[in-house]
């Protein structure tokens, strides 16, 4: 039996940006003192689900189930990268603050991803550039029949 263990990471200054090339719309998010990466970029998608929150206060964006890649430091220096080059030089220094908008990589990875804003107002803002309509949170009880 497997027992997956589930990492939290968390990054207090954060830049990010939606940008669409050729109908391809990708969150670009560039961090400040974080020690996984300082760049990272995925695609969006129409099909996507991102849901507003609102929790002590705080208004955040949650992106339910999104796909993403690694880090490349956190895969031992494989990715967009030759992989020669990868394993000898690594991915550190400046080449770390930079993302490549021509070819993402596959997303190996998926997980919620929450983004909290200041106000409701900057969330909003954020939320009508993204591809699919954000949902305010839904509240469900099941119940075995």
């Keep these: 039996m497997v027992v997956p263990i589930y990492k939290q990471w968390t990054a207090e200054m954060i830049r990010i940006q939606v940008v669409e090339q050729d109908n391809i719309v990708q969150l670009l998010a560039f961090f400040e003192d974080f020690s996984h990466a300082d760049a990272m970029n995925f695609q969006l998608r129409v099909t996507d689900t991102f849901e507003k929150t ?30 020669e080059e ?21 997303p190996g990875e998926h997980d919620d991803i929450v983004i909290q804003f200041d106000s409701a107002e900057i969330r909003d803002t954020f939320a009508a550039a993204l591809p699919a309509a954000a949902v305010g949170r839904k509240f469900t009880v099941r119940r075995k029949m």
């Design 86 to 106: 990868g394993r000898l030089t690594g991915w550190a220094g400046t080449k770390r603050k930079f993302v490549c908008l021509d070819e993402i990589e596959y």
């Design 54 to 83: 609102e929790k002590g206060g705080k208004f955040g964006l949650r992106l339910v189930d999104a796909k993403f890649a690694l880090p490349v430091e956190e895969r031992r220096g494989q990715g967009k990268m030759q992989k």
